[in-house]
T-cell receptor, first 112, second 116 residues
């Protein structure tokens, strides 16, 4: 089976840095995604890791350790608009198809 | 490009009614998927398709049918709606660069379904 764990909620202050962790146990691994989802909207792609290490994209960075089954999303210089749910998703690579297994999401609240 | 579009945005059904949720994409993506999202449960895969004429079941397929007659369209049919199918439904599409390598999934805006 597939299991993806991430914290349910986090709070942070505008301008600060926050790290959202994700641990996974899946039958295979073909990449890990982070998506952002604002309330009432569709998920939108943030980052993708398939090899160990850090991927940086502006204020957002994502890290992967395949041996530990662990990833984190780092958000710098937080803005109010970063208040959203952050979804960790793994492609277990079963059959090579592009299906994703999602965690339950981490609701981030950024306060002034 | 419109990307991934879904209709309707909102729908209320009575138990036992049937309906079709529409999904279309204009990016010529091979892969399309249907997810449902429930509070505290995250996104769960219902059915997916890797190309026209090819579909397969995901994690929660019971009570739903799909077909893929064209690359662009991937409708989801509820055969006999039940209150347990009250949810937000998202359609997504992607186009793998290489066989077995995942590409980014693009999500439609969702359909909010209530079954009374």
């Amino acid at each position: 089976g597939q299991n993806i764990d991430q914290p349910t909620e986090m709070t942070a202050t505008e301008g600060a840095i926050v790290q959202i962790n994700c641990t996974y146990q899946t039958s295979g691994f073909n990449g890990l995604f982070w998506y952002q989802q604002h309330a009432g909207e569709a998920p939108t792609f943030l980052s993708y890791n398939v090899l160990d290490g850090l991927e940086e994209k502006g204020r957002f960075s994502s890290f992967l350790s395949r041996s530990k089954g662990y990833s984190y999303l780092l958000l710098k210089e937080l803005q109010m608009k970063d208040s959203a749910s952050y979804l960790c998703a793994v492609n277990p690579g079963l059959g090579g198809y592009s299906t994703l297994t999602f965690g339950k999401g981490t609701m981030l609240l950024v306060s002034p | 490009n419109a990307g991934v579009t879904q209709t309707p945005k909102f729908q209320v059904l009575k138990t036992g009614q049937s309906m079709t949720l529409q999904c279309a994409q204009d990016m010529n993506h091979e892969y399309m998927s249907w997810y449902r999202q429930d509070p505290g449960m995250g996104l769960r895969l219902i059915h997916y398709s890797v190309g026209a004429g090819i579909t397969d079941q995901g994690e929660v397929p019971n009570g739903y049918n799909v077909s893929r007659s064209t690359t662009e369209d991937f409708p989801l049919r509820l055969l006999s709606a039940a209150p347990s199918q009250t949810s937000v439904y998202f359609c997504a599409s992607s186009n793998p660069r290489l066989a077995g390598v995942t590409d980014t999934q693009y999500f439609g805006p969702g359909t909010r379904l209530t079954v009374l």
